[in-house]
């Protein structure tokens, strides 16, 4: 009887180590993963934290991250436009927000903007973007009403108040959307409000506009 005791204790004894191991084994994954997980919450609330900007906010690599975009522009200009004949053409003139010039080669995936067959973007100085446009000019040839390309076209504009003549630098272009048939000439210019004289010159006949320009911001 004394031996099955000792035996009986003995197992007791054993089965109690091995329930002591595993909960302390337990216990011990239980914290560890509570570790790991808040660890990992942390990290993902910092990354999160780095991505957020506001919407009218331009993200920059400088110290000063974030500048608030508000510039304005003539986007919402009401386009100016006048009709005008010589001997042989028909000219419409349209003074109208900026235009986005591309090259030929960004045709492909262009959506928007005017594609440069020849010519050179003029260098608009003005700091105000409110004195910003873009001045273009279609020529039609006046029997068959034909889009004119191959003539010499040259711009001019005249400011009244100052009598101050300026010679545009004209490049021919189209409407990337419109394509070809909407060939015509022009480039973005800089004009402070008041009135001035367009002279359009095709192969030697000029057609003249009076424009007055007002502060549409």
Avoid at 116 to 145: F, P, W
Wanted: hydrophobic fraction near 35%; proline fraction near 4%.
């Amino acid at each position: 009887m004394a031996e099955q005791s000792n035996g009986f204790t003995k197992n007791l004894v054993l089965v109690v180590a091995i329930l002591l191991i595993i909960v302390v084994g337990g216990v011990s994954y239980l914290y560890t993963t509570n570790q790991n997980q808040t660890m990992q919450t942390n990290s993902t609330m910092t990354t999160g934290q780095t991505m957020i900007t506001p919407n009218n906010m331009t993200m920059s690599t400088n110290s000063n991250a974030t500048t608030p975009n508000t510039a304005t522009n003539t986007t919402n200009l009401t386009p100016m436009q006048q009709n005008a004949t010589t001997q042989d053409y028909r000219v419409a003139l349209r003074l109208g927000p900026p235009a986005q010039m591309i090259s030929i080669n960004q045709t492909l995936t262009a959506i928007s903007g005017e594609v440069m067959v020849s010519g050179q973007i003029s260098n608009v100085t003005s700091m105000n973007m409110t004195d910003r446009y873009q001045l273009e000019v279609h020529v039609y040839n006046i029997t068959s009403g034909a889009v004119v390309t191959a003539q010499n076209v040259t711009i001019q504009i005249v400011n009244h108040a100052t009598n101050q003549s300026l010679t545009v630098p004209v490049i021919m272009m189209y409407d990337v959307k419109a394509g070809p048939a909407d060939t015509h000439f022009g480039n973005n210019v800089s004009l402070q409000p008041g009135s001035y004289t367009v002279i359009v010159n095709i192969n030697g006949e000029k057609a003249t506009f009076n424009l007055n320009v007002s502060n549409q911001a």
